[in-house]
């Protein structure tokens, strides 16, 4: 008898003690490099203070990766929240990989710009904005170029970096081309041509961003459509390299936070989500990596004008494509970029 | 047996399979089996073209690996100078740094204003600089140096197991450097010198670090549309067709290398 007691006892402590040791804990799947250590410097250890909780650090992999990751594991768990490139936060959606968020758990939603609110589509909101912009080499591109039509200026042939139409970079110069042509995202073939057209002036195919660095340092090429917020850390740097967003105008790509329907602790995560969107992560953000956040109620110092696009008229200016398209749309146009380019380039020979 | 089957049979399934599976984007699979993948890739010129320029590149780099290499390791194994230890060390060398970080140092110096064509510049040899980077001659420079460790050391090992009395035998009864050569040392060294190609051979045209690196849109490899395919536009069915048919057609050649070595006079089988 006495010894049911003690086990009695000792289960009860045990299941106690469990309860206690119930871990307030998320896994977050981020990016790497100077991203990762921003994000846990101005926003994760902050967080962790204020909410006694702790969160993991996963910094595997770009955006296509992180999609790829859960649909490989569909339901098991890999982790509690994600960033995501909006298109990809999309397509997780609609293949029925995500967990739909409302201002009832996430309560700072409604104090985003309307297009943060609704591009998300429900499966998450649009966390920042990035602004394909022109980058150029200031001492060897005279005058200071206005329009992107420089990239097809003769006097710049091999001067010209892009990327593959299978990274960012890549797909959102085809879409300015598109609109220089008349077109847009749905009707592509004039940015197709207009792409043909570029390749005389191409002196590197590149893929990730960071690829650009050496090229610009060693001043092998001279000018190249570059996300925003990099290229004002390439400035900081000390390269002689300015950034314009062109008077034709620009496409933004969108970051988003998402939850996915796997993950195990998702009222913290919801947590996580709203406090990045306060004001004030969001405003340490934006003065650290220049992405434009979606929080209505930031603002920056006058030393940020022309670098971040911040506030209702300056994200107004930006054109964001439909998303749900291009992540339709994006395997068809990596094998059509494929061929055309091969094409162009034997064509050339 | 069991680790055979855990890293190696297993993925292999999962790949088969996975490459006759549909699949639309922005939807949960649909069940059921299909050809279309390998229809796409079989029925499409431009993708054969890629078959094609994969597999000719990989035969290009090994016979320059092997040709580059051999004399490297003849005087690896043949050699008494002091230089043996220092050189066998430059040999290994590459293989304890990651091949990505091998490609950015091949960037540094072949881009155009690289360090290669910055000192030939500077010597008045060129007028203006000549185009390595996103060119065949990049990538194959690239891979040749990716691929030449192996070469070498696939070669050591039978060179050293020739008798050298066999080298003197033919040199006293009046055989030329040459001859000796073509006539001893070759014939004796063939069974490493095809199994060391076979090994290039693989290794080439598996690569993806340097021809996505070094490689423009004029050469796409298959390795760089598999890529694209798992990771980017998450066609995971093309993609593991793709590699399903690289892997088929490579091993189609090997087992062609083989038998054909195997007809010629004097050489037993590799392996």
């Known amino acids: ?349 | 047996m069991l680790l055979l089957g855990v890293y190696f049979l297993l993925p292999l399934a999962l790949l088969l399979a996975q490459s006759f599976r549909p699949l639309v984007i922005g939807q949960p699979a649909p069940p059921g089996l299909t050809l279309a993948n390998y229809v796409r890739f079989l029925g499409d010129p431009f993708y054969l073209g890629t078959l094609r320029a994969t597999l000719g590149l990989g035969i290009f780099v090994t016979v320059l690996a092997m040709t580059v290499g051999y004399p490297v390791a003849y005087g690896l194994a043949r050699g008494r100078h002091r230089g043996k230890a220092l050189l066998r060390l430059c040999v290994v060398a590459p293989l304890l740094v990651s091949v990505v970080i091998r490609t950015y140092g091949w960037i540094v110096l072949l881009a155009n204003n690289g360090v290669v064509n910055q000192t030939l510049l500077a010597l008045g040899l060129i007028g203006e600089p000549v185009r390595f980077m996103f060119t065949y001659t990049g990538v194959t420079i690239g891979l040749v140096h990716f691929a030449l460790p192996v070469a070498i050391l696939s070669l050591v090992g039978v060179i050293e197991a020739v008798d050298p009395a066999l080298e003197e035998a033919a040199r006293s009864l009046g055989a030329g450097p040459g001859r000796t050569f073509l006539r001893i040392t070759l014939p004796l060294t063939l069974p490493g010198l095809a199994a060391g190609s076979m090994l290039v051979f693989a290794l080439t045209v598996a690569a993806f670090v340097t021809p996505a690196l070094m490689g423009g849109p004029s050469l796409i490899v298959l390795s760089t549309l598999i890529y694209q395919q798992m990771t980017v536009t998450l066609e995971w069915g093309f993609g593991a067709a793709v590699a399903t048919i690289l892997l088929v057609v490579a091993t189609g050649l090997f087992l062609l290398y083989q038998r054909l070595l195997s007809l010629a006079p004097g050489v037993e089988q590799p392996g």
């Open chain 1, 1 to 349: 008898m006495r010894t049911v007691r003690v086990l009695a006892a000792l289960a009860l402590a045990m299941a106690a003690g469990s309860a206690a040791a119930q871990p307030r804990e998320i896994v977050f799947s981020g990016y790497g490099g100077d991203y990762g250590e921003l994000m846990k410097k101005l926003v994760i250890e902050p967080f962790e203070k204020r909410l006694n909780a702790k969160v993991v650090y996963d910094a595997t992999g770009s955006s296509a990766q992180k999609l790829a990751k859960l649909r490989a594991s569909r339901d098991a768990y890999i982790y509690d929240v994600t960033v995501f490139t909006g298109y990809d936060l999309l397509a997780a959606g609609r293949e029925g990989l995500m967990e739909p968020i409302a201002p009832t758990q996430v309560p700072n939603l409604p104090r985003l710009y309307d297009f943060a609110q609704r591009e998300g589509q429900g499966w998450g909101p649009i966390t920042s904005v990035d602004p394909l912009i022109l980058l150029y080499n200031r001492d060897r591109v005279k005058p200071a170029p206005d329009s992107w039509a420089v990239l097809w200026d003769p006097r710049y042939k091999g001067k010209v970096a892009i990327s593959h139409v299978s990274e960012g970079k890549g797909l959102y110069l085809l879409l300015v081309a598109a609109y220089m042509a008349g077109g847009d995202e749905k009707r592509i073939d004039g940015g197709f041509a207009k792409i043909r057209e570029l390749v005389p002036n191409v002196g590197a195919w590149l893929t990730l961003s960071p690829q650009y660095v050496p090229y610009f340092q060693r001043e092998d090429v001279w000018l190249a459509p570059y996300w925003s917020g990099r290229a004002q850390l390439m400035i900081d740097q000390g390269l002689p390299l300015g950034a314009v967003i062109p008077k034709e105008g620009t496409l933004a790509i969108s970051n988003a936070f998402g939850v996915p329907k796997s993950a195990r602790n998702k009222a913290l995560a919801y947590e996580f989500v709203n406090f990045y969107l306060d004001a004030p992560q969001q405003e340490a953000w934006a003065r650290k990596i220049y992405y434009t956040p979606t929080n209505r109620e930031v603002t920056l110092p006058p030393e940020y004008a022309g670098r971040v696009a911040v506030g209702a008229e300056a994200i107004g200016r930006l054109r964001f494509p439909d998303e749900d398209h291009l992540a339709r749309a994006r395997g068809a146009w990596v094998e059509r970029w494929n061929k055309e380019i091969y094409d162009a380039l034997k064509y050339q020979k």
